[in-house]
């Protein structure tokens, strides 16, 4: 087989979900600890290898026709304008640590000693950027029109129907959870842990200053979040995600015929069927004790476990309910992933499933 | 406290120098940008197309501008202006007293002015006088003498003012009309000349408002634009068409007249000039104002489909009619595939599509002729028999194929095998489809090569559909009714036989041709089937016992009964029987059952209504020809082969294909293209379907149960385009109810009428509305083919006509005729919607008559003369006997006048005399009384009496009438003439051509009975019932 054609098959497969959000998150830890990346030389490697990457992809047909839709160019733009912030503060946050390790200040340190006035220096420089932010958006909407479809029609719904992109996040997690989670408590507990995370958060290392050394298992977690649940399944959610809502690698031609068995259970069914090999119990409590109970434990148990022994730092360092709502942030952020592996493991559904409340986790 | 400034400079962060230059540059790029901006929202391809048609109106409008001053300044304009200047010389020679006469108007108009402002003046004091008298009248009597003194003064003063002005009024006037006396000659001189030159110069005013001048583009420049522009975007609101986005309707607007400008404009028909620039090339019946699709109203995109509100080339969602056609506007317009359009612009092929929606309840399109075609195809194949297509339910169509409720006893079962496998091997032209050994059974692959697992699939769709055939046949046989063929005797003569099919007019609906394409649109001698081989389907006395009386066999055929003669019947059954199948057909091998997939084709059939342990013990209990039948019902049902023939067990089966109702408005992603790469277009996929029915199947991997099912027409590529045209046009209606075309009584009996006409194939043999007469091509003397039908409705009486569509008799009325009129077997409902379809076509009066018309004595009388005289009765028998007198040439006779009075309408007659030619051309009947001049019909006859030979036929009209005048005066009007002749030919079928008897009551208006009878030929109508129409 042609070696290119080789290539973009080995890269659709390992795009797919699993392996791609596996990547992530274990390329994520790596590579946020290796140094020569946040380096000038590393960043030019980066974008070289990004951008070459994508630009090699425009190439093919079925990325080419995906990739140049009006809707979704911003989005290739973000994952350059994301790629470059990242590597900015990482190695911003690198320099500090090393200029703090030899006892110096960090570089903002040396800034903001230096006072000057606004004007010029600061509303002038605002102004250029926004003579060019207009600049550019003025000929991005010349030569890519706004894409405007028919008047919807709530019976001829569009396939795939995408929500908007900033929301495809979301709409990756509804594959995993139930809608009442995906679209409504999560989306609430994103917004309300956000505004929560200064007050969470006291630690006053790292104010107004980059750095990585002193806000290791902080970063990690937010960049976790940021990165790799948010962003990267934005990503996933524009380019990879074709009709039915089914997966397809970026150079896969989106055949609207294509099947994918969705055969998942429940785990009060894996529990009571196939181990204990026992019909469903009618009463709910009963039947989803199990599920109840490993979520009772996720919830209410192991942050009081963690407190003893892997987090016990942090529980030393802050007061129970800030460790209590911090921790509890940080696990049902966690459950995404966590949800993701038992499905793609288990074809796990949900862990507790009373349809007689509409209740699902 | 002012602030202090600082106390030493502050080192600036930035190098500010290096910010103005950057300013400097980023702000030269933003204003480029901006104004690139301007020039992108100016620059539209409506504005240059807005233009280009102003210039090339400019240029036609100058053209006609010229061509006016061509024929307005002829000679005659020359002389004309030559007068004016004589008049104008004739004038100065009064000059004195013109200028005194002008000295007086000039001195009368201050005083008339002040006079009739005086008396306006006066006339308000007078007024307000009155009212206060009045009121002092009714409210405060003691006033009342003080204000009668003051209104009769002021009344006195109004009199003398009013005569005052008048006076001056009447003096200015004196001199005005001696001015104009003086000036009369110039003026009527300057008004002939001005109307003589109106086109030019209105042509000329026009060419001025087509100029782009400078003020024009001032008008139209960017940003200026804003205030009154005249290049803009022109649309037409449509409240009653609406797109359907469910639960809300979007009314529509078009824009398409942005564009094309010219489309409800007369005088842009020039194929030389660009499509978009052109007119409408249906004005008369579509676009114009008045025609009755009128654009205000109906807009473009109702019918033709497209984005309403678009205003550029790509965004109407114009769409190619070819590949070629797309490539040249992917390079020319940047044309590309909307797929958010769902309701693109019809291609151009299939523009008649449009109509459908809104004319379903017709049966006849003559208007559109690709439609028409379409929708006879799938009438005639009957598409409708597995598709619901409400437009057609309604017409209640009969089935398209024969019945197969006896057809153990007709065709043999080799035959029906044979016949099932390939139909095509039998006859080319049948409407047999296609059902087994298509591609989705021996050929999954498609072109490219099949992989071995595709092979081995191919081979076993092979046996499944010899299988199938075999079980199909053997149902049909077992559980065909059980009928009798009995044997006759004797042998007829085939080559008279022969003879007798041409004579008789079956060719009116079938052929006898191997090698026939299927024509369902161009002819309608494809109605039954092509007789070719029919000896190999069925024996001679199957053949004998059908045609002597069709609806004895089958009481639902369309197959009407010829009246034959046993050893006539006999002769055709016999040279019939002689017609074989091709070689090719019975060289066609016989399907082999396969019992291991007949039973698993039996499993399957078993397993929808059992478990798979009763199933099985089911079919344990059925031998082979047992489980035969059963899968041979169960496959007919699967394949809903009763969607065309009557099949025992399956009376009150419903159709098995999807709804094609609102087909052509179906959303394109509901539509499976399978593996098939393809314009996502409805016409793509419909096309593709139709041409190849189980294309969709290509390279899936299912199992004959999941497999497409329909069978393959072997549409030809005209074909298509025809079905196409109806298929794409079973939309959503999309509008309010007021805008489809409803029919009023009379057009909703003409359309039951047709119908009826369409369902018995009437016009394979007659001319019907200006169609049909197919048989007419095989008759050598067009007076020997069966009547052309125009006018009936006028012509012959409803009651006549009802007993004669019942049980037509032959050899009364053109006893030469060897074509006859075969016996349909109409319901009553028939007879009657036919004889009101007759009679609303011509809009004559249904159904009651006077049959009792009173003739007076002297009008038969000079009827019967002129009868004489122009010799009428030697070609027109008046009796049977007259007929069969020895030595008559019945070929060459005319309708036997003993019929009129029972069978004509009674001033149809006259009319027909009078002017035969326009009611029918080419009829035998000579015209006696032709057109003169003036287009009014003349008489020769006046002229005739004064030749020599006539004197003994004078002095009769000298007897009758009285007078030679009156005589003349008869004999030269044709109205009068021909009302004689009637009278007399209408006293031959009441009481054998005696004279009347002298009448007691006053005798009938023969108005009375023809009110809506077309108007003589002086009005200009031609043709009677090509009018009466639509």
């Known amino acids: ?361 | 406290m002012p602030r202090k400034p600082p106390a030493e400079p502050i080192d600036h962060h930035y190098n500010i120098p290096r910010l103005n230059r950057s300013f400097f540059w980023t702000g030269g790029i933003l204003t480029f940008v901006f104004v690139l901006m301007i020039v992108y929202d100016y620059s539209r391809d409506w504005k240059t197309i807005q233009r280009t048609f102003m210039r090339l109106d400019a240029k036609l409008t100058r053209e006609q501008a010229l061509a006016a001053r061509q024929k307005a300044l002829d000679d005659e304009h020359a002389k004309l202006i030559g007068e004016l200047k004589s008049a104008r010389a004739e004038i100065a020679t009064h000059k004195a007293r013109l200028a005194k006469l002008n000295a007086t108007l000039h001195d009368l108009e201050p005083k008339v002015y002040a006079a009739d402002q005086q008396y306006k003046f006066t006339k308000a004091s007078f007024d307000a006088e009155r009212y206060l008298y009045e009121d002092a009248l009714a409210n405060k009597p003691k006033s009342a003498p003080g204000a009668k003194r003051s209104l009769d003064r002021l009344t006195k003063q109004l009199d003398d003012r009013t005569l005052r002005l008048a006076q001056l009024k009447k003096e200015q006037g004196e001199a005005q009309a001696q001015i104009d006396t003086i000036n009369a000659r110039k003026k009527d001189l300057e008004t002939t000349i001005e109307k003589r030159t109106a086109d030019f110069r209105l042509a000329r005013q026009k060419f001025g408002t087509l100029r782009q001048d400078t003020l024009f583009q001032l008008r139209n420049s960017p940003i200026l634009d804003m205030i009154n522009p005249s290049l803009r975007v022109q649309q037409v609101q449509l409240p009653d068409h609406f797109i359907n986005v469910n639960f809300m309707r979007i009314p529509r607007v078009d824009r398409c007249t942005t564009c094309h400008i010219a489309a409800d404009r007369k005088g842009f028909e020039d194929p030389k000039i660009k499509t978009v620039y052109r007119t409408h090339p249906r004005m008369h019946r579509m676009v114009g104002s008045e025609s009755m699709h009128p654009a205000t109203s109906f807009g473009c995109t109702p019918c033709h489909g497209g984005r309403d509100r678009a205003t550029s080339f790509w965004s109407a969602g114009h769409s190619p009619v070819s590949e070629a056609e797309e490539h040249a506007w992917t390079r020319k317009y940047d044309w590309e595939f909307d797929k958010f359009n769902e309701n693109p612009i019809l291609p151009l092929k299939y523009a008649e599509a449009g109509c459908y929606r809104c004319h379903s309840s017709e049966a006849n399109f003559p208007e559109a002729p690709t439609l028409d075609a379409g929708m006879r195809i799938v009438e005639g194949l009957g598409c409708w028999g597995c598709h619901r297509i409400d437009g057609l339910e309604k017409q209640r169509l009969p089935r398209v194929g024969p019945s197969l409720e006896k057809v153990a006893s007709k065709v043999p079962t080799d035959w029906a095998k044979r016949w099932i496998t390939n139909p095509a091997a039998f006859r080319g032209n049948t409407k047999m489809p296609t059902f087994f050994y298509q591609e989705n059974f021996v050929d999954v692959s498609g072109p490219k090569p099949p992989t071995d697992a595709q092979k081995k699939m191919n081979e076993e769709g092979h046996v499944e559909n010899d299988t199938m055939v075999n079980a199909i046949v053997e149902y049909l046989i077992e559980h065909s009714r059980p009928s009798q063929v009995p044997p006759v005797s004797g042998k007829g003569d085939a080559a008279h036989g022969q003879k007798l099919l041409a004579e008789r007019g079956c060719y009116g609906c079938h052929l006898v041709d191997p090698l026939a394409q299927r024509d369902l649109t161009g002819t309608y001698r494809q109605f039954g089937p092509n007789l070719a081989g029919i000896g190999s389907k069925t024996t001679r006395d199957w053949i004998y016992h059908w045609i002597s009386n069709p609806k004895e066999w089958n009481p639902d055929t369309k197959m009407p009964n010829l009246r034959l003669a046993p050893e006539d019947a006999l002769d055709i059954a016999e040279y019939l029987a002689t017609l074989k199948a091709p070689a090719a057909f019975d060289a066609i091998a016989l399907p082999r059952t396969d019992e291991k997939v007949l039973n698993q084709i039996a499993l399957y059939f078993e397993m929808s209504t059992k478990t798979l342990f009763d199933a099985k013990a089911e079919l344990a209990k059925m031998d082979l020809q047992g489980r035969q039948v059963y899968v041979g019902k169960n496959l007919i049902a699967h394949y809903g082969c009763y969607a065309c023939h009557a099949i025992p067990g399956f009376e009150d089966a419903k159709p098995i294909g999807t709804e094609l109702t609102e087909e052509g408005s179906k959303a394109v992603h509901r539509l499976d293209f399978g593996f098939i790469h393809l314009p996502h277009t409805r016409q793509d996929w419909f096309r593709t379907k139709l041409h190849a029915p189980r294309i969709f199947d290509r390279d899936r991997a299912r199992g004959w149960e999941e497999k497409l099912r329909m069978p393959n027409f072997r549409f030809s590529d005209r074909e298509l385009d025809q079905v196409l045209t109806a298929v794409l046009g079973f939309q959503q209606l999309n509008a309010a109810a007021n805008v489809v075309k409803e029919l009023d009584p009379r057009e909703a009996a003409i359309e039951h009428g047709r119908r009826i006409v369409k369902d018995h194939n009437c016009q394979g043999c007659h001319v019907i509305e200006g169609f049909g007469g197919s048989i007419r091509s095989l008759v050598a003397d067009a007076s020997l083919a069966p009547p052309i039908i125009q006018g009936e409705g006028a012509k012959v009486q409803s009651d006549w006509l009802f007993a004669f569509l019942r049980a037509p008799k032959t050899g009364q009325i053109r006893p030469w005729l060897e074509v006859h009129m075969p016996t349909f077997g109409f319901s009553d409902q028939e007879l009657n919607d036919l004889t009101l379809y007759f009679a609303s076509l011509d809009r004559s009066a249904y159904p009651f008559l006077v049959q009792d018309y009173v003739t007076s004595p002297a009008s038969w009388a000079a009827g019967k003369k002129v009868f004489e005289l122009l010799k009428c009765a030697q070609c027109h028998p008046r009796s049977i006997e007259d007929m069969n007198r020895p030595g008559v040439d019945r070929a060459s006779l005319a309708p036997n006048l003993q019929m009129a009075a029972t069978r004509l309408r009674h001033d149809w007659i006259a009319d027909w005399i009078r002017r035969p030619d326009e009611w029918m051309p080419g009829t035998r009947m000579p015209t006696n009384f032709p057109k003169g001049d003036d287009g009014h019909r003349t008489s020769p006859l006046a002229g005739l009496l004064d030749a020599p030979n006539f004197a003994k036929d004078r002095e009769e009209f000298l007897r009758l009438f009285g007078s030679d005048e009156a005589a003349k005066q008869f004999l030269g009007s044709p109205e009068a003439v021909t009302r004689a002749l009637r009278d007399y030919v209408w006293s031959i079928g009441v009481n054998g051509g005696t004279a009347p008897v002298e009448p007691k009551t006053p005798p009938v208006q023969a108005q009375s009975t023809f009110g809506a009878a077309p108007a003589p030929a002086a009005s200009g109508r031609p043709a009677p019932s090509a009018a009466g129409g639509r």
């Open chain 1, 1 to 361: 087989m042609n070696p290119i054609t080789l290539l973009k098959n080995a890269i659709d497969f390992l795009s797919a979900p699993q392996y791609l959000v596996s990547m992530a998150l274990v390329g994520l830890v790596l590579v946020i600890h290796w140094r020569p990346m946040w380096t000038r030389k590393g960043g030019i490697v980066l974008l070289a290898l990004v951008a070459g990457g994508i630009g090699l992809s425009y190439l093919d047909p079925n990325f080419n026709k995906v990739a140049t839709l009006p809707d979704n160019v911003p989005i290739v733009g973000m994952i350059f304008l994301v790629g470059f912030f990242f590597w900015f503060a990482m190695s911003q946050a690198y320099e500090n640590d090393r200029r703090i390790a030899q006892g110096r200040p960090p570089i903002e340190g040396e800034d903001s000693a230096q006072k000057v006035f606004s004007w010029p220096d600061l509303v002038y420089v605002e102004l250029i950027c926004l003579v060019v932010v207009m600049a550019v958006m003025i000929v991005w909407s010349i030569y890519l029109k706004a894409p405007l479809e028919e008047p919807a029609n709530p019976t001829d719904s569009p396939n795939p129907a995408k929500a908007p992109w900033y929301f495809l996040g979301l709409q990756e997690m509804l594959v995993y959870f139930d809608p009442w989670l995906a679209g409504v408590a999560f989306p609430s507990v994103i917004i309300v842990g956000l505004m929560a995370i200064p007050y969470i958060d006291t630690n006053p290392k790292g104010n107004g200053y980059f750095t990585f050394k002193e806000r290791r298992w902080e970063i990690t977690l937010f960049l976790t979040g940021f990165l790799v649940l948010w962003c990267m399944l934005i990503v996933l959610g524009t380019f990879l995600r074709g009709p039915n809502w089914n997966f397809f690698g970026p150079y896969e031609f989106w055949d609207i015929n294509k099947l994918v068995p969705l055969n998942n259970i429940n785990l009060s069914e894996i529990i009571w069927i196939k181990v204990f090999q026992r019909s469903l119990p009618n009463f709910w409590l009963f039947r989803e004790i199990f599920g109840l109970v490993l979520v009772g434990f996720y919830v209410a148990v192991l942050p009081l476990l963690l407190s003893k022994t892997l987090l016990r730092r942090f529980f030393e360092k802050m007061d129970t309910p800030r460790y209590l709502i911090g921790v509890s942030l940080a696990l049902m952020m966690l459950a995404l992933p966590i949800k993701m592996y038992l499905r793609w493991i288990f074809n796990l559904k949900y862990i507790v499933a009373i349809p007689e409340f509409a209740f699902n986790i």
